[in-house]
């Protein structure tokens, strides 16, 4: 039977890494990036304490380097960054581009990659979305094979890290119609080859984001991942990986929000006695603890198909985005309207994370998105 508590070995990850976060990275880190500009959009220096910490090898396999913690180590992970808003290429090169490689990557491109993501010594970012709104088997962006490899043209949009990656996971089509899903494949490509052009972008809840054009880029052969025409199958397994990790990351927003609140509620006095007191904000608390605890149980079971059968990660995958999606967006409402005046001003952090809530809600589906998907799983 699923266990829906941790372990004693993963309740030493999370009480580490909460206190790491907790002194190292902070929501005023976040603060500090967008005040300053921050070329890179994130520390390099404490990404590489991250590292050393083992989180960029969570799901790695030991003989790439990794240490094989499973996914339910990155979901700690995931969850606790999630509570400071820190800003890491964690998502982008991590969730993303080592599940790809992975799942779809040769011999070779494993050897040459995965040890070094764990080590932090590259960073990628995967380069799949083409519109505003997610649909990912929109792909224009062409690829023409040619008698030293293949040829790119086409634009991606909103691609996360795209700015500073190393290595690009591009999502394009080699043959089929707009929206088949056969004829899709996925390449390898340097983020300063000749053709790529990269325009960031300043996204609201200071997430590093880029839309990146290709123009006659060059790619060789063994720039593939998986089989040509092939790559959706390997990009729908990407994606609900990323989803339910993503998941987790807003399980760490929403709970973060939920524990100021309380937190505040206990502080703020009115008429001489804490607001905590009065009935109306005792019942809309209640409510946001009894929404989170059904999010922490769906999050939960998703990492737990992660590293056991995996039957059911696209139904759990969905299950877990749309709730999270729609519990986010109110527990961050409510947040801001607890903390009354005060918490419009930018001087106080939990606008940060009615702005996060916002962008992540959207990403890889919205909650419309994905009820629809978990009827057509189903049969509807």
């Known amino acids: 039977m699923m266990s829906m508590v941790f372990n004693e070995d993963q309740r030493i990850l999370q009480d580490s890494v909460r206190a790491f976060c907790h002194e190292n990275a902070p929501v005023s880190e976040l603060r500090r990036v967008r005040d300053e500009k ?72 494993k050897l040459s990659l995965l040890p070094k993501i764990a080590a932090g010594e590259v960073l990628l970012a995967l380069a799949h979305e083409e519109s505003a709104l997610h649909n990912p088997v929109r792909v224009e962006t062409q690829a023409v094979a040619n008698t030293d490899g293949f040829t790119l043209n086409g634009k991606k949009c909103f691609v996360l890290d795209g700015h500073v990656a190393d290595q690009l996971i591009v999502v394009a089509r080699n043959s089929g119609e707009q929206e088949d899903t056969d004829g899709i494949s996925l390449f390898l490509v340097d983020r300063q080859a000749p053709g790529v052009e990269v325009q960031r972008l300043n996204v609201v809840d200071s997430r590093n ?142 606008g940060f994370f009615l702005k996060r809530a916002r962008v992540v809600q959207a990403l890889l589906g919205d909650a419309n998105f994905h009820r629809d998907r978990y009827a057509s799983l189903n049969g509807f």
């Open 38 to 109: 921050d070329e890179d959009g994130f520390s390099r220096s404490l990404w590489q304490q991250m590292v050393a910490l083992g989180w960029a090898g969570m799901t790695i396999p030991e003989e790439y380097g990794g240490f094989g913690f499973g996914y339910t180590g990155l979901e700690i992970v995931l969850e606790e960054t999630g509570r400071t808003l820190v800003p890491t290429p964690l998502v982008s090169t991590v969730l993303f581009c080592a599940t790809a490689l992975h799942l779809g990557g040769s011999e070779a491109q």
């Open 209 to 350: 984001a880029a839309n990146i054009g290709f123009a006659n880029v060059q790619v060789p052969a063994d720039a593939l991942i998986g089989e040509l025409g092939d790559g959706y199958s390997i990009l729908e397994k990407v994606l609900d990986v990323a989803r339910i990790g993503l998941a987790a990351e807003m399980l760490g927003n929403a709970q973060e929000i939920f524990d100021r609140v309380i937190e505040y509620l206990k502080q703020r006095e009115q008429f001489g006695i804490p607001i905590g007191a009065f009935q109306g904000l005792q019942h809309r608390a209640a409510h946001m603890y009894s929404e989170l605890e059904l999010c922490r149980s769906a999050v939960r079971r998703a990492f737990s198909e992660l590293d056991g059968a995996q039957e059911e990660i696209p139904v759990l995958a969905s299950i877990a985005k749309a709730k999270l999606a729609e519990v986010l967006e109110d527990i961050s409402n409510e947040g801001v309207q607890m903390h009354g005046g005060i918490g419009m001003t930018d001087e106080f952090d939990i």
